[in-house]
Protein backbone atom coordinates (compact mmCIF):
# COMPACT_ATOMS: atom_id res chain seq x y z
CA UNK A 1 0.00 0.00 0.00
CA UNK A 2 1.38 3.50 -1.13
CA UNK A 3 1.11 5.61 2.13
CA UNK A 4 1.54 8.97 -0.08
CA UNK A 5 0.34 8.90 -3.72
CA UNK A 6 0.40 11.25 -6.12
CA UNK A 7 -0.78 11.67 -9.83
CA UNK A 8 0.49 12.32 -12.16
CA UNK A 9 4.04 11.33 -11.78
CA UNK A 10 4.50 13.37 -15.07
CA UNK A 11 3.03 16.28 -16.38
CA UNK A 12 4.28 17.99 -19.61
CA UNK A 13 2.24 20.78 -20.86
CA UNK A 14 1.51 24.10 -23.02
CA UNK A 15 1.90 27.13 -21.06
CA UNK A 16 -1.12 29.17 -20.16
CA UNK A 17 -2.81 26.06 -19.53
CA UNK A 18 -4.23 25.04 -16.60
CA UNK A 19 -3.69 21.70 -14.36
CA UNK A 20 -3.97 19.57 -11.33
CA UNK A 21 -1.85 17.34 -9.23
CA UNK A 22 -3.54 15.09 -6.87
CA UNK A 23 -2.15 13.70 -3.46
CA UNK A 24 -3.96 11.27 -1.41
CA UNK A 25 -2.19 9.86 1.72
CA UNK A 26 -3.83 6.65 3.93
CA UNK A 27 -1.55 6.59 6.88
CA UNK A 28 -4.73 8.74 8.81
CA UNK A 29 -2.51 11.94 9.38
CA UNK A 30 -3.85 15.20 10.12
CA UNK A 31 -1.16 17.75 8.04
CA UNK A 32 -0.26 17.35 4.48
CA UNK A 33 1.76 19.62 2.50
CA UNK A 34 2.96 20.76 -0.82
CA UNK A 35 6.64 21.18 -1.21
CA UNK A 36 8.41 22.35 -5.01
CA UNK A 37 11.83 21.24 -5.86
CA UNK A 38 13.63 23.33 -8.71
CA UNK A 39 15.96 22.45 -10.93
CA UNK A 40 18.56 22.60 -8.40
CA UNK A 41 17.15 20.53 -5.93
CA UNK A 42 16.35 23.03 -3.64
CA UNK A 43 13.09 22.39 -1.56
CA UNK A 44 10.49 25.25 -0.78
CA UNK A 45 7.39 24.80 1.24
CA UNK A 46 4.16 26.52 -0.70
CA UNK A 47 1.11 24.98 1.19
CA UNK A 48 0.20 23.20 4.08
CA UNK A 49 -3.24 21.89 5.11
CA UNK A 50 -4.40 20.70 8.87
CA UNK A 51 -7.58 18.76 9.23
CA UNK A 52 -8.81 20.77 5.59
CA UNK A 53 -7.75 24.07 7.58
CA UNK A 54 -5.24 26.38 5.41
CA UNK A 55 -2.04 26.48 7.93
CA UNK A 56 0.99 28.03 5.94
CA UNK A 57 0.55 29.76 2.23
CA UNK A 58 4.01 31.05 1.33
CA UNK A 59 4.99 33.35 -1.07
CA UNK A 60 3.59 31.56 -3.85
CA UNK A 61 1.76 33.01 -7.15
CA UNK A 62 -2.08 32.76 -6.40
CA UNK A 63 -2.14 30.91 -9.91
CA UNK A 64 -1.47 27.96 -7.29
CA UNK A 65 -4.82 27.07 -5.68
CA UNK A 66 -4.72 23.96 -3.14
CA UNK A 67 -7.82 22.63 -2.04
CA UNK A 68 -8.35 20.08 0.51
CA UNK A 69 -11.59 17.85 0.42
CA UNK A 70 -11.12 16.26 3.52
CA UNK A 71 -7.77 14.99 5.36
CA UNK A 72 -6.37 12.49 3.43
CA UNK A 73 -6.28 14.67 0.13
CA UNK A 74 -4.79 17.83 -1.26
CA UNK A 75 -5.22 18.96 -4.52
CA UNK A 76 -3.41 21.89 -6.48
CA UNK A 77 -4.56 23.14 -8.87
CA UNK A 78 -2.46 25.56 -11.38
CA UNK A 79 -3.65 28.28 -13.90
CA UNK A 80 -1.88 29.78 -16.74
CA UNK A 81 1.16 27.90 -16.44
CA UNK A 82 4.40 29.65 -17.17
CA UNK A 83 7.67 28.17 -17.93
CA UNK A 84 9.43 28.49 -14.37
CA UNK A 85 6.62 26.48 -12.80
CA UNK A 86 8.83 23.90 -14.47
CA UNK A 87 9.67 21.55 -11.53
CA UNK A 88 8.87 18.26 -9.21
CA UNK A 89 6.42 18.70 -6.80
CA UNK A 90 6.13 16.14 -3.72
CA UNK A 91 3.15 16.17 -1.70
CA UNK A 92 3.86 15.14 1.88
CA UNK A 93 2.27 14.33 5.37
CA UNK A 94 2.85 14.28 8.79
CA UNK A 95 0.83 13.86 12.59
CA UNK A 96 1.04 17.56 13.70
CA UNK A 97 -1.02 17.10 16.82
CA UNK A 98 -0.18 18.89 20.06
CA UNK A 99 0.76 15.60 21.92
CA UNK A 100 4.35 14.73 20.74
CA UNK A 101 3.16 14.74 16.63
CA UNK A 102 5.86 17.62 15.86
CA UNK A 103 8.10 15.13 16.59
CA UNK A 104 7.23 12.77 13.82
CA UNK A 105 9.07 12.85 10.13
CA UNK A 106 7.21 13.80 7.35
CA UNK A 107 6.32 10.49 4.62
CA UNK A 108 7.07 11.94 0.97
CA UNK A 109 4.93 10.99 -1.87
CA UNK A 110 7.01 10.09 -4.84
CA UNK A 111 6.55 13.75 -6.65
CA UNK A 112 5.13 14.84 -10.09
CA UNK A 113 7.69 16.08 -12.48
CA UNK A 114 5.79 18.82 -14.22
CA UNK A 115 7.43 20.68 -17.82
CA UNK A 116 5.84 23.06 -19.26
CA UNK A 117 6.35 24.06 -22.63
CA UNK B 1 12.72 32.77 11.28
CA UNK B 2 14.04 29.25 11.42
CA UNK B 3 16.71 28.12 8.61
CA UNK B 4 19.09 25.40 8.23
CA UNK B 5 22.30 25.61 6.37
CA UNK B 6 24.45 22.92 4.77
CA UNK B 7 27.49 24.03 3.82
CA UNK B 8 28.68 21.49 1.23
CA UNK B 9 27.00 20.81 -1.97
CA UNK B 10 29.29 17.79 -2.23
CA UNK B 11 30.69 15.07 -0.28
CA UNK B 12 33.09 12.36 -1.73
CA UNK B 13 34.11 9.02 0.10
CA UNK B 14 35.46 6.25 -0.31
CA UNK B 15 33.62 3.62 0.59
CA UNK B 16 34.55 1.80 3.75
CA UNK B 17 35.63 5.23 4.83
CA UNK B 18 33.19 7.28 7.78
CA UNK B 19 31.33 10.11 6.50
CA UNK B 20 30.12 13.19 7.73
CA UNK B 21 27.62 15.56 5.85
CA UNK B 22 27.39 18.81 7.96
CA UNK B 23 24.07 20.59 9.04
CA UNK B 24 23.99 24.02 11.09
CA UNK B 25 20.62 25.26 12.25
CA UNK B 26 19.17 28.90 13.47
CA UNK B 27 15.85 29.01 15.41
CA UNK B 28 14.56 30.55 18.21
CA UNK B 29 13.63 27.80 21.06
CA UNK B 30 14.19 24.34 21.04
CA UNK B 31 14.41 22.44 17.60
CA UNK B 32 13.27 19.32 16.11
CA UNK B 33 15.63 18.31 14.10
CA UNK B 34 15.70 16.01 10.86
CA UNK B 35 17.54 14.07 8.02
CA UNK B 36 15.99 12.63 5.02
CA UNK B 37 17.66 10.67 1.68
CA UNK B 38 16.52 11.51 -1.48
CA UNK B 39 17.31 8.61 -3.96
CA UNK B 40 17.14 9.56 -7.95
CA UNK B 41 14.09 9.92 -9.04
CA UNK B 42 12.11 9.38 -5.48
CA UNK B 43 10.63 11.51 -2.52
CA UNK B 44 12.40 12.11 0.52
CA UNK B 45 12.77 9.47 2.65
CA UNK B 46 13.01 9.80 6.35
CA UNK B 47 16.22 9.30 8.14
CA UNK B 48 16.65 10.06 11.82
CA UNK B 49 15.59 12.97 14.05
CA UNK B 50 16.38 14.95 17.34
CA UNK B 51 13.54 16.25 19.61
CA UNK B 52 14.93 15.44 22.75
CA UNK B 53 17.36 13.53 25.70
CA UNK B 54 20.47 12.41 24.76
CA UNK B 55 22.68 13.57 21.72
CA UNK B 56 23.60 10.48 19.47
CA UNK B 57 20.92 9.97 17.50
CA UNK B 58 20.63 6.65 15.36
CA UNK B 59 18.41 6.24 12.46
CA UNK B 60 17.80 3.97 9.32
CA UNK B 61 20.61 2.49 7.32
CA UNK B 62 23.33 2.32 9.56
CA UNK B 63 23.41 6.39 10.09
CA UNK B 64 23.39 8.77 13.08
CA UNK B 65 23.76 12.49 14.05
CA UNK B 66 24.91 14.43 16.92
CA UNK B 67 23.35 17.45 18.05
CA UNK B 68 25.49 19.79 19.45
CA UNK B 69 23.21 23.28 20.77
CA UNK B 70 26.21 25.12 21.35
CA UNK B 71 27.43 25.03 18.29
CA UNK B 72 23.70 24.74 16.45
CA UNK B 73 24.67 21.82 14.81
CA UNK B 74 23.14 18.54 13.88
CA UNK B 75 25.97 16.85 11.64
CA UNK B 76 24.75 13.55 9.80
CA UNK B 77 27.42 10.43 9.94
CA UNK B 78 28.00 7.29 9.12
CA UNK B 79 31.28 4.65 10.74
CA UNK B 80 31.86 3.27 6.89
CA UNK B 81 29.83 4.15 4.18
CA UNK B 82 28.54 2.47 1.11
CA UNK B 83 28.14 2.81 -2.85
CA UNK B 84 24.58 2.49 -2.23
CA UNK B 85 24.70 5.49 0.19
CA UNK B 86 25.09 7.73 -2.45
CA UNK B 87 21.91 10.21 -2.71
CA UNK B 88 20.91 13.57 -1.69
CA UNK B 89 20.96 13.99 1.95
CA UNK B 90 18.61 16.95 3.52
CA UNK B 91 18.77 18.67 6.86
CA UNK B 92 15.61 19.86 8.31
CA UNK B 93 14.07 21.95 11.15
CA UNK B 94 11.00 22.08 12.55
CA UNK B 95 9.37 24.74 14.67
CA UNK B 96 5.61 24.69 15.90
CA UNK B 97 3.20 27.51 14.30
CA UNK B 98 0.50 26.79 16.52
CA UNK B 99 -1.27 23.71 18.60
CA UNK B 100 -1.89 21.72 15.65
CA UNK B 101 0.72 23.15 13.01
CA UNK B 102 4.56 22.77 12.87
CA UNK B 103 6.46 23.86 9.72
CA UNK B 104 9.68 22.57 7.94
CA UNK B 105 12.47 23.74 6.40
CA UNK B 106 14.79 22.41 4.61
CA UNK B 107 18.44 22.98 3.95
CA UNK B 108 20.05 23.45 0.37
CA UNK B 109 20.48 19.52 0.44
CA UNK B 110 24.15 18.11 0.14
CA UNK B 111 25.09 15.37 -2.59
CA UNK B 112 26.94 12.29 -0.89
CA UNK B 113 29.09 10.24 -3.80
CA UNK B 114 30.78 7.21 -2.29
CA UNK B 115 33.14 5.74 -4.05
CA UNK B 116 34.31 2.14 -4.50
Known amino acids: DTAVSQTPKYLVTQMGNDKSIKCEQN?????MYWYKQDSKKFLKIMFS???????INETVPNRFSPKSPDKAHLNLHINSLELGDSAVYFC????????????????FGSGTRLTVV | AQSVAQPEDQVNVAEGNPLTVKCTYS??????LFWYVQYPNRGLQFLLK??????LVKGSYGFEAEFNKSQTSFHLKKPSALVSDSALYFC??????????????FGDGTTLTVKP
Open chain 1, 92 to 107: ASSQDRRTGGFSYGYT
Open chain 1, 49 to 55: YNNKELI
Open chain 2, 92 to 105: AVRVVINTNAGKST
Open chain 1, 27 to 31: LGHDT
Open chain 2, 27 to 32: VSGNPY
Open chain 2, 50 to 55: YITGDN
